[in-house]
């Protein structure tokens, strides 16, 4: 008897997954197509495309695999500020690809590319104190810019790495990708690839079924020494929000998104876990996740954290502590690590 229920239980599932597939794919199939011009409000700003751009240049690793991610490569013809190798399924469409620059590209060299738009991850680059150009640069030069929503959400105006009064929150990254398969008329693919980073964002909550008292976390980025203190997440940004989002605290009080905090105070909190930045960038020594590794352990005061002491140290790309399509890959990569230290109490399947 057990068995029939649980088999007609089986097909009942079956059907309702099948179900719930031809609803997405009908959903995607009646996608509106985009009519020019189109006007997209982006950062308390209009921006108008008589048609879908045909040369795009990109300043932010995470605009570039957007528009990978949707199919646009062909449309890339330049990009810059890259912290991380891209994904191996882009390698061979990246290859062809120019490099303005490794970290953060000239105006010249965007305007030499010739773009009809301007993908740009960050408002301290392009944006009222934009170190690389001002809106207005690009404005009168009639190249529209977009920025990500999650940067526009930033208090921008002083420069640096802007300020947050909120937390960050993955939709603005779905927003992204729905603003940019607009204008460039590929909203099928938008839509798929929305709802393949939902459902892989609910299914890295759904991991943990609970979490030990009192887990917290600090995420180190990077730093400019390793005699000066260390450039870590703030409150509310993308890694606080993949803390949150499955029940640790994040120890940094700072609303700064990248604040620099010094290892005392960071020690005094306890961590539980210390998130080590990985990345191909350089720049600085620490950016190598073995150089942080090293100075943690035999540092006198860092030795004795909580983390340090348990080698509660995941080594997570530093892309997915910024907002963009990788913060999904952080969240997966911190669940399943929490499990592994035993810090959180994992779903039983039945």
């Not at 795009?56 to 957007?66: D, H, L, R, W």
């Not at 646009?72 to 620059?101: C, H, M």
């Not at 539980?272 to 540092?299: C, H, N, Q």
Request: aromatic letters at 8%.
């Amino acid at each position: 008897m057990h068995a029939k229920i649980t088999s007609a239980y089986c097909k009942l599932s079956l059907l309702a997954l099948t179900g719930a597939a031809l609803f997405l794919t009908s959903n995607m199939a009646s996608a509106a197509k985009t009519e020019y011009p189109l006007t997209i409000k982006n950062c308390g700003r209009d921006i108008t495309f008589n048609h879908a751009p045909k040369r795009v240049t990109t300043v932010g690793q995470n605009s570039t695999e957007i528009l990978y991610s949707l199919g646009l490569a062909d449309r890339v013809v330049g990009t810059s500020l890259w912290f991380s190798p891209v994904p191996e399924q882009y390698k061979a469409a990246n290859d062809k690809i120019a490099v303005i620059a490794q970290n953060i590209p000239s105006f010249e060299g965007i305007i030499a590319k010739k773009p009809d738009l301007v993908a740009s991850q960050f408002e301290w680059q392009i944006g009222p104190a934009g170190t690389v150009a001002s809106y207005e640069q690009f404005s009168e030069l009639h190249v529209p810019v977009y920025t990500a929503p999650a940067d526009c959400a930033k208090d921008n105006e002083d420069g640096g790495d802007g300020v947050r009064k909120s937390m960050f929150d993955i939709a603005m990254v779905y927003q992204e990708i729905a603003d940019l398969a607009k204008i460039f008329d590929v909203q099928d693919k938008g839509d798929e690839l929305i709802a393949s980073l939902k459902a892989r964002e609910a299914a890295a909550k759904a991991k943990i079924a609970g979490m030990d008292n009192h887990v917290s976390a600090v995420f180190w980025f990077s730093s400019a020494d390793l005699q000066l203190d260390p450039y870590v997440a703030g409150k509310f940004g993308p890694a606080a929000w993949i803390a949150q989002s499955l029940g640790v605290k994040n120890v940094i009080d700072s609303a700064e998104e990248w604040p620099t905090v010094g290892w005392e105070t960071i020690a005094k909190a306890n961590p539980s876990v210390i998130v080590l930045g990985e990345m191909g960038r350089r720049r600085f020594p620490a950016d190598d996740w073995k150089v942080k590794m090293e100075y943690l352990t035999s540092d006198p005061v860092t030795r004795l954290i909580p983390a340090v002491k348990e080698n509660h140290l995941p080594v997570i790309d530093v892309q997915t502590m910024n907002a963009g399509i990788r913060t999904i890959d952080g969240l997966e990569k911190l669940s399943d690590a929490l499990v592994q230290y035993g810090l959180a109490h994992p779903q039983t399947t039945h």
